[in-house]
């Protein structure tokens, strides 16, 4: 069954956060979805940072708020990637991402963490970045997701992506639309 939907597993807002080096050594930026959040449909914010420390080394972290009434949650992300870049004409790097995910403050879970495996592929065409990507997270009950993202400067130091992430959660298949805006630095 699938659902094109913006409902977020609680384990499942984990996204790539991928600025090619071509783009931008150091960016910073928001990321935001509309979806249903404790219960109530409104937007999710989350703040990036992405850092390169050379052509196929680089990091990158989300963080985000998530507050109700009665609780407070924080949801991060790290993580750490390595680029095989290629000298095609379209095809530029294959990545591979190991992320740290966890959700704080969270008073049914409290400590709830867990892995992340991604295969990212990246293809320039003109102006604009196409980004494929494959990932796990290593949960007990196991979440697969496809990435397929657009993104491109604008003006001098920023960044527009859109991204869609198709996730396989046990018997429920998720879409979910995002958004960011990013600043380079």
Known sequence: MLFCSNELNENDFITQNYIPFQESNISFGFKSFYGLVNDQNEYQKMLFLNNWFSNNLYTSALISLIEDSNDMQLRYNLSLGYAYNVNNFYLKNFVLLLGYNRLR????????????????????????????????????DRIEKINLGLMRSIQRNFLISFKLKYSFIKEKNIITPFFSIGYKI
């Open 105 to 140: 403050f969270n008073n049914e879970n409290p400590n709830q963490t867990n892995m992340s495996y991604d295969l990212l592929m990246n293809v320039k065409i003109e102006k604009l970045w196409f980004t494929f990507s494959y990932g796990i997270i290593d949960l007990n």
